[in-house]
T-cell receptor
């Protein structure tokens, strides 16, 4: 979705470095998410945020932290990167209003390689 | 969360209709069924969602039987550009609406 922008798109770094992945959205959605995807596997949820003051751990939050700087911005940090955090990272947004389930809208991902 | 089971992969020729079935035996009353499509190096994209019976949009149809223990995504007259991974999700409609992506079905469209 062009309205969900992830930066950088690719990053190669070394073990032990601190890394920040950024996500910004122009959809006006209140909910934002970070996922990682490993080769041949589905997406796994790292963290999610319902609004600026709400941060929640997902199923694989160890080794990661997040910051919701504004409704439109949600960043993911790896405090001390390790090789098994090499993966494709996706940010997503959704809208809490409306009836039923609101679909998630994904960015194009950040490919992160940790040497 | 209800667990979903779908085929790992499928092949189809261009122009054919493709049906991908997903089983979700433990689906709960407040759960919806949602399908996403993912192309290589892109994020998943919402295709269609339903609760029961049949839902149709410009991209696909979703068939859900009365017991809701399975669902079938139907792609009419596929083209090469439909080659992608298709994920079936069961999502609780209350509270957080957590979604769980399985490994999906890799559809390969053959010329």
């Amino acid at each position: 979705d062009a309205d969900v922008t992830q930066t950088p798109r690719n990053r190669i770094t070394k073990t032990g470095k601190r890394i920040m992945l950024e996500c910004s959205q122009t959809k006006g959605h209140d909910r934002m998410y970070w996922y990682r995807q490993d080769p041949g596997l589905g997406l796994r949820l790292i963290y999610y945020s319902f609004d600026v003051k709400d941060i929640n751990k997902g199923e694989i939050s160890d080794g990661y932290s997040v910051s919701r700087q504004a409704q439109a911005k949600f960043s993911l940090s790896l405090e001390s990167a390790i090789p098994n955090q090499t993966a494709l990272y996706f940010c997503a947004t959704s809208d809490s209003t409306g009836t039923g389930i609101q679909p998630q809208h994904f960015g194009d991902g950040t490919r992160l390689s940790i040497l | 969360l209800a667990k979903t089971t779908q085929p790992i992969s499928m092949d189809s020729y261009e122009g054919q209709e493709v049906n991908i079935t997903c089983s979700h035996n433990n689906i709960a009353t407040n759960d919806y069924i949602t399908w996403y499509q993912q192309f290589p190096s892109q994020g998943p994209r919402f295709i269609i969602q339903g609760y029961k019976t049949k839902v149709t949009n410009e991209v696909a149809s979703l068939f859900i039987p009365a017991d809701r223990k399975s669902s079938t995504l139907s792609l009419p007259r596929v083209s090469l550009s439909d080659t992608a991974v298709y994920y079936c999700l069961v999502t609780y409609s209350g509270g957080y609406q957590k979604v769980t992506f399985g490994t999906g079905t890799k559809l390969q469209v053959i010329p």
